[in-house]
């Protein structure tokens, strides 16, 4: 049986001489492939990243995953693992239960004891160092949740509400199931749709951006969609009763998510009525097409999903991508009804240079100006710190131009991607899109620094984080501490972590995503070697230990510091250090420079004396054994 995608198909027509010719109509199932293997090449990371992404949400290809799901041997002993037998250790299940049933004290009982078991299994070396239980605000939230407080706390609020331990377990069963049908509906359909639309693009466009994750939030359509989305499966569940017509209507329905990703303003019946006819004829098709993969999922089995997940999972579902095109392209050619709502057009042809400039017309000449007005670059010494490091002697007049222009070629970056083809031309697409990045364009934050307000920034973070870090051991411990190695009122490793992620990172601060990753990256480098560093030059005292804190290093660094660290230095690069610098220039340089030397010839005294003398003592270079020693008490 010879199907269309088992071979080339022809369109008939007649050229001007009259003479009937043919026309390349549909693809083979092989050149399908090939074009998806281009996609891929053009975005393997990010193709990489949606799959995945769907994997651990359990959108798709959740079964990739299987193979690298490995549990630890202790939390899978004989006795936590089979119930019913004698000796068999506590779990989260028997809070919930003795919660539910009312038994309140045995429920919080049992979940204290949980938490106290992750703790001392982590000061006993029991499990990965990195993933301490004992200290931190992120190992406290893991506590709650695994030991069930949180659950504990909440049945315990509802059941005061109601009065009924019976009221408050139905309460707490649709509460679960509402929970997870909203997941279900506005979560997981909502990204299959975008995923969907992520590879469509690719097909057609060089980048893509972060930014079209937030494709369906823009457009304002994710609640008709999910709702899409929704309705499909609704019908493919119920078909799945009859057996045989589940596995049928899968097929049918194979095409709704592409439809939605096209036009997510279409209503749900209609994406997937058309879906149906856009099928008709197409099902065994679509299910051999499927067939040809089954060596590759035989592959990603042999290699616990490796193989799936870096490849064949990105590579599928592009050639399917390609399937869908396919069916679109005939269902116009057939003017099947509904194919009229399949109206973006520029999701597979690029724009021609008049339909862009109808679009862009007004932003284009605002562009070409900007690149017309790019100020002289300096060169040298000057050059290197200024273009690499965003750091000049001075703020001269020709700075504040070199400022309008960044910021200028920031604004129009997007625009100028779209008028040139690399990515989709976002006014072209039918439904606006509303744009919700914030852009705090009044801050400039695209700007060099002075030498003079890099050094007052310095002491301004610095201070900022000897505030940050008193503060933090006040409330905790009651008790004043001047923490750090110096004596003065600064904390050097803020400071330096600040100014370097604004001379480091100078290159990246167009793209926000960018600047946050590396900032994670480089202020985890500064804190990790600035701890060595004190233990190796002051024979092994350490004035600040991350162990027992979850997803630590060596207790040199944690995701949790890290994480702060990143979003100060967010802070730092688009808000706080722009402030800051707008005052600085306000101060004549005849202020500034004495200010700015006195402070360095302070701070360097302060550094030559705590050579000899370091700041030492409880709440700085005990701290660690303070806080076991307060464990022990308690315990």
Avoid at 214 to 224: C, E
Avoid at 229 to 236: R, T
Avoid at 395 to 421: F, L, T
Avoid at 471 to 478: A, E, F
Wanted: charged share 25%; glycine share 8%.
């Amino acid at each position: 049986m010879k199907n269309r995608l088992f071979r080339r198909e022809w369109r008939i027509y007649a050229d001007s001489t009259g003479q009937r010719v043919r026309e390349e109509s549909m693809l083979t199932r092989k050149e399908m492939k090939q074009k998806a293997r281009q996609s891929l090449r053009k975005h393997y990371l990010m193709f990489v990243t949606v799959c995945v992404a769907a994997a651990i949400l359990g959108t798709e290809f959740s079964g990739s995953l299987d193979g690298i799901k490995i549990e630890s041997r202790e939390e899978r002993s004989p006795e936590t693992a089979v119930t019913g037998i004698v000796g068999r250790q506590p779990n989260l299940s028997d809070v919930v239960l003795d919660a539910l049933q009312g038994n309140e004290e045995e429920s919080r009982e049992l979940s204290e004891e949980l938490k106290e078991q992750a703790v001392q299994n982590t000061k006993e070396g029991r499990g990965s160092a990195a993933l301490g239980r004992s200290r931190g605000v992120l190992a406290g939230f893991v506590n709650s949740v695994t030991s069930g407080s949180i659950l504990v706390t909440l049945i315990a609020a509802v059941n005061s509400m109601v009065g009924s331990a019976g009221i408050t377990v139905f309460l707490f069963i649709v509460l679960s199931l509402l929970l997870a049908l909203g997941a279900w509906v506005f979560l997981f359909n909502m990204y299959t749709v975008v995923s969907r639309r992520i590879f469509l693009e690719g097909r057609v466009y060089e980048k893509l951006t972060i930014q079209r994750f937030a494709f369906l939030l823009r457009v304002k359509r994710w609640t008709k969609v999910s709702l899409t989305m929704a309705l499909a499966s609704l019908y493919q569940m119920l078909w799945a009763l009859t057996i045989v017509g589940g596995i049928i209507k899968r097929y049918s329905y194979f095409l709704v998510p592409y439809i939605a990703a096209e036009n997510p303003d279409i209503s749900p019946k209609k994406a997937v009525n058309l879906s149906r006819r856009m099928m008709h004829g197409h099902k065994w098709e679509c299910f051999v097409f499927e067939l040809t993969y089954w060596g590759w999922d035989m592959l990603g089995s042999l290699t616990f999903g490796l193989t799936a997940i870096f490849y064949s999972n990105p590579y599928k579902t592009a050639a399917f991508s390609e399937f869908y095109v396919q069916m679109r392209d005939l269902a116009k050619e057939k003017k099947i009804e509904g194919c009229e709502l399949l109206n973006d057009r520029y999701l597979f042809e690029k724009a021609d240079e008049d339909v862009i400039f109808e679009a862009y017309g007004d932003s284009l000449a605002s562009v070409w100006e900007e690149e017309e007005q790019e100020p002289e670059k300096l060169r040298g010494v000057a050059g290197f710190l200024a273009n690499v490091l965003g750091i000049t002697v001075i703020n001269r007049q020709d700075e504040r131009a070199y400022e309008e222009y960044r910021n200028g070629q920031s604004k129009y970056q997007m625009i100028k991607a779209a008028v040139e083809g690399v990515v989709y031309p976002e006014r072209l697409f039918p439904i606006p899109e509303a744009g919700k990045r914030q852009k705090l364009e009044t801050l400039r934050y695209m700007r060099r620094y002075s030498v003079w307000s890099v050094i007052l920034l310095f002491f301004a973070f610095s201070l900022i984080g000897w505030v940050w870090e008193v503060s933090l051991h006040l409330i905790t411990d009651g008790v004043f501490v001047n923490r750090g190695v110096l004596h003065g009122p600064w904390l050097p490793i803020y400071g330096t972590g600040g100014v370097m992620i604004l001379a480091v990172l100078n290159k990246f601060r167009e793209k926000p995503l960018v600047e946050f990753l590396l900032t994670i990256v480089l202020c985890g480098c500064v804190e990790y070697f600035t701890s060595w560093f004190l233990e190796i030059t002051h024979n092994g005292e350490k004035w600040w230990d991350y162990s027992g804190y979850f997803l630590n290093l060596n207790g040199r660094i944690c995701a949790e510091g890290l994480l702060v660290f990143g979003l100060g230095g967010m802070a730092i690069v688009y808000v706080a250090a722009p402030l800051l610098d707008d005052l600085i220039r306000k101060i004549p340089y005849k202020i500034l420079i004495p200010v700015c030397i006195t402070l360095l010839a302070v701070f360097g005294a302060d550094e030559v004396y705590s050579n000899r003398h370091p700041n030492t003592g409880k709440g700085i270079t005990d701290y660690t054994g303070a806080w076991i020693e307060e464990q022990e008490v308690r315990t």
